[in-house]
Structure formats: structure tokens, C-alpha cells
């Protein structure tokens, strides 16, 4: 599997990317090592330089630092793994639910490929100011998720809607979960804290 090609399909036409990836027969150690780690990695690089090294103002308080780009970066990175694993594990348990087939790896494949827009949009982080925008593009993997669950799980009609909005809740809730927990972690690891507004300060800089 060539990563960017997969990322660059699963973007652009993920109604025939899909497909492609039911018929491959990977082990979940293989999309993990071979994908999310690498893809992941990417936009943790771009948060380290654009938090660590570039730096951002808040109210006119400068924030950055080499503490502030590693706790961005590693956030990203192991958030990004547990997400899919979490999300994967769910999913595949609620299969039978909606008369889906039970299979982690498939389970797997669908949310690692469903996540990929979130980490491409995780590059703007380089670019702290404009790092939302990238956020907004992650929103794309929800209809990735949508397009990819029926061929994926062996979804019935009747039953794609329903499983979807589960599915969609369960990954957004592990997307969310996983970052607020290790972004604690490591706030507390590096020892750094939400900078204070000096009020003062911020009327200075908005006269």
C-alpha cells in the first residue's frame, strides 16, 4: 500500500477507494504501523513546528516553545492510534446489532481510512493561526465514513443510517476523548499550564 495514494483515493474518489480496500486482506498491525502511524506523524511534525517553533498569540500573549510543540505533537500522534482502536473495537461490537458482518480488521480499515482527512487537515497546524481550517476538513471523513461502513461492515439499506449515526458518534466521541485525556497528560508532563490573560495587557493591545 503507497501512503499517499491511498490518502490522495480515499480523498478524492472514496466510492471506488472503498471497494479496493475491502478486497485487501490487511492485519491491523499493518494499517496501524503502515498508515496511521506515518500519516499521523506528518501533522504531528507540522503541530511541533508551528507550536514549538512559530509560535501563536492569544489576546496579544505570545505562546510557543519546544515544551508547547512536543505536547502538541505527541497529543496528536497517540490520540490519533487509541482513536482508531477505540472507534474500531465499538463499531465491530455493534455490528451484529445492525445485521453488519463482525470483523475487526475490516473494522479497523474503515475507521483508520475514515480519519485520514483529520490528519491531512492536522498539516495547517503548522501555520498555528490558520489551524481551524484544518479541523473543517477533518469533517470531510464523515461522509468518508458514511460512503465506506455499507461495503466495509456488509451493511443492509434498511440498517446503513442507523449504524452510521452510531458509528459517527462513537468516533467523534473517541477523536474528542482521547485528545482532552493525553492533552492533560501532557500538560501536566511538560508542566505547562493555559496562558494567563493579563488584563491589562490585552486593553493595551486592543486600544
Not at 7 to 16: L, Y
Amino acid at each position: 500500500m503507497n501512503l499517499i495514494e491511498r490518502a490522495k483515493n480515499i480523498i478524492v474518489t472514496p466510492k471506488t477507494e472503498w471497494p479496493v480496500i475491502e478486497n485487501e486482506n490487511m492485519a491491523p498491525n499493518s494499517v496501524i504501523t503502515t498508515y496511521v502511524i506515518p500519516l499521523a506523524a506528518i501533522a504531528a511534525a507540522a503541530a511541533f513546528i508551528g507550536y514549538g517553533v512559530i509560535g501563536y498569540s492569544v489576546l496579544g500573549i505570545k505562546v510557543g516553545g519546544v515544551k508547547w510543540g512536543l505536547y502538541q505533537a505527541l497529543t496528536i500522534l497517540i490520540s490519533a492510534i487509541l482513536s482508531v482502536l477505540v472507534s474500531a473495537l465499538i463499531i465491530d461490537a455493534l455490528a451484529p446489532t445492525f445485521k453488519s458482518e463482525k470483523n475487526i480488521n475490516k473494522s479497523i480499515q474503515l475507521t483508520a481510512f475514515a480519519y485520514t482527512p483529520a490528519w491531512i487537515g492536522g498539516l495547517l497546524s503548522v501555520l498555528p493561526a490558520i489551524a481551524f481550517l484544518g479541523s473543517l476538513f477533518g469533517l470531510y471523513g464523515l461522509y468518508l465514513l458514511y460512503v465506506g461502513l455499507p461495503i466495509m461492515k456488509k451493511t443492509p439499506e434498511e440498517q446503513k443510517t442507523s449504524y452510521y449515526v452510531i458509528s459517527l458518534i462513537v468516533m467523534i466521541a473517541a477523536f474528542f476523548v482521547m485528545g482532552l485525556i493525553f492533552a492533560r497528560i501532557f500538560m501536566n508532563i511538560f508542566d505547562l499550564a493555559t496562558p494567563s490573560i493579563d488584563i491589562d495587557s490585552m486593553m493595551k493591545n486592543l486600544k
